[in-house]
């Protein structure tokens, strides 16, 4: 919170999924359920900075659950976003490398591991899309993890395996750049999905 003035909207800037553009009416980092929910009913998407420790996972579950509560999912979907959301935010802590500070107590000013949350509608249904971006276009093990191959002996490489469960096959990755900060960092976005129903979509996005 205290580098909030160097974070183009603040702790929790709202975007257009599409355009990036900032909402002047942000809701901040303390946003009610409601509020953001209503955000991302109005077509917006909601994002916000990652710890750069292991708290980012506990955020992740926070910001998970507070929006999709909102937004009048099931329990057991919202439990097991939070559980995907948390794995997405977790694997941030692998891919900090490109993070770039400033000043004499360092704070990121571009680069830092971000969660994004918004609505879409594909495969013939409404969804909800939660995103976890760091700025490393490659991966820990040199190439994209393959969900199930882990072996059972391993420490960690289990994350995507229970996100590909989890989500029923709707998750991903791409290129993208970061949102906040100073200036736009390239790196990589892996996103998972969950079906939203379509009676909680307004009209006006529908259309």
């Not at 979907?77 to 004499?104: H, I, K, P, R």
């Not at 960690?156 to 949102?179: E, N, Y």
Request: proline content about 9%.
């Amino acid at each position: 919170p205290g580098a909030a003035g160097r974070w183009r909207g603040g702790p929790a800037a709202i975007t257009h999924p599409e355009a990036g553009r900032e909402a002047a009416d942000s809701p901040g980092a303390d946003a009610s359920p409601v509020a953001g929910a209503a955000s991302l009913l109005a077509g917006d998407c909601l994002v916000w900075p990652l710890s750069l420790d292991a708290t980012c996972a506990s955020e992740g579950r926070r910001m998970f659950s507070e929006t999709a509560s909102g937004l009048g999912l099931p329990d057991e979907l919202v439990y097991d976003g939070m559980t995907m959301a948390s794995e997405l935010a977790a694997n941030t802590l692998y891919a900090q490398q490109n993070v770039q500070f400033e000043g004499v107590a360092p704070q990121p000013v571009a680069g830092a591991p971000e969660l994004w949350l918004y609505l879409r509608h594909a495969a013939g249904r409404w969804e909800l899309v939660c995103k976890a971006f760091d700025s490393l276009t490659g991966w820990k093990c040199g190439t994209p993890p393959t969900p199930g191959r882990a072996d059972p002996a391993a420490v960690d490489g289990r994350g995507l395996q229970m996100v590909a469960g989890l989500s029923g096959g709707r998750w991903g990755h791409h290129l993208s750049r970061s949102r906040l900060g100073c200036w736009r960092v390239p790196g990589k976005a892996v996103w998972f999905a969950q079906p939203v129903h379509p009676g909680c979509i307004p009209a006006r996005l529908k259309r």
